[in-house]
């Protein structure tokens, strides 16, 4: 599938079981290969193409009938700023619905202030914590914008 309102060479691809996972896009978004890999095999993971350049990823996992995740979403680093995650976000909602979600979840640390403000910008609004969860899902201390990760801010999208 095409994403409108880019380059016209970008497309997406849902990735197939067993292919190889785009683990340096993924890296950008999730600290390690060891917490990607705890949700990854569940979801259905999808690359922004350029030919065979890879230049996006996201991750969507079904928490239920009604309600998806977005467990991992990135843009490389020389397309950062320019939109595309914002495309991004439209095209998971437009998946969500077509596949009958009515509610789209998603999740960051909450000194994230950069992530939860791109979030809250595209729709989402905030609904909780998950306390001390980048305490206990990952194997060593995170550290972002000075300060160690305890906190997930969880915000949510009716679809």
């Known amino acids: 599938m095409y994403i409108e309102s880019l380059n016209p060479a970008y497309y997406l691809e849902l990735v197939e ?3 190889q996972l785009p ?3 993924l890296l950008l978004a999730d600290e390690t290969r060891y ?3 705890k949700y990854v095999f569940d979801s259905n993971v999808y690359v922004l193409r350029d030919g065979m350049d890879e230049l996006a990823v996201f991750c969507l996992y079904q928490i239920d009938e009604s309600i998806l995740e977005i467990k991992n979403i990135a843009v ?3 397309l950062q700023g320019k939109g595309i995650g914002t495309l991004l976000i439209k095209e998971i909602v437009q998946i969500a619905r077509s596949q009958g ?4 979840i998603v999740g ?3 000194c994230g202030v950069d992530q939860i403000r791109f979030y809250e910008r595209n729709g989402f609004v905030k609904y909780g914590i998950k306390k001390d969860f980048f305490i206990h899902n990952y194997e060593q201390p995170i ?3 000075g300060v160690q990760l305890r906190d997930m ?3 949510r999208m009716d679809l």
Do not use: G, K, P, R
Not at 101 to 104: C, D, H
């Open 143 to 145: 550290v972002e914008n």
């Open 35 to 37: 917490a990607i890999d």
């Open 153 to 155: 801010v969880m915000l």
């Open 76 to 78: 490389c680093s020389e």
């Open 17 to 19: 079981a067993n292919s």
């Open 101 to 104: 979600y009515e509610e789209l």
């Open 23 to 25: 683990y340096s896009l």
């Open 108 to 110: 960051t640390a909450d």
